[in-house]
Nanobody, 115 residues
Framework: QVQLVESGGGLVQAGGSLRLSCVAS????????MGWYRQAPGKQRELVAV???????NYADSVKGRFTISRDNAKNTAYLEMTSLKPEDTAVYYC?????????WGQGTQVTVSS
């Protein structure tokens, strides 16, 4: 069974940067679509960015130009580089691994942006 472990969250001032990592166990990472989602208190979980197995990316409008999703198949790791952070980016960030036969979620990592 695949397990995902996120890391890299923390407290940062507005305008700062963070890089989140998501390491996957198992051997299906290279064929999976990887996504980063976030959930702020009292709000629904929303898609932040996604990268396909072929490297195509897509972003939520709210993070375009500020966040970059990438992957390293040799390390079974997906990344989310976040720059120019805003207080409204504060949330728990989750990574998701998706393949044709199912999805898997990580436990989440807290990102807090102070004004």
């Amino acid at each position: 069974q695949v397990q995902l472990v996120e890391s890299g969250g923390g407290l940062v001032q507005a305008g700062g940067s963070l890089r989140l990592s998501c390491v996957a166990s198992g051997s299906i990472f290279s064929i999976a679509t990887m996504g980063w989602y976030r959930q702020a208190p009292g709000k629904q979980r929303e898609l932040v960015a996604v990268i396909t197995s072929g490297g195509s990316t897509n972003y939520a409008d709210s993070v375009k130009g500020r966040f970059t999703i990438s992957r390293d198949n040799a390390k079974n790791t997906a990344y989310l580089e976040m720059t120019s952070l805003k207080p409204e980016d504060t949330a728990v960030y989750y990574c998701k691994l998706g393949v044709a036969f199912g999805n898997c979620w990580g436990q989440g990592t807290q990102v807090t942006v102070s004004s």
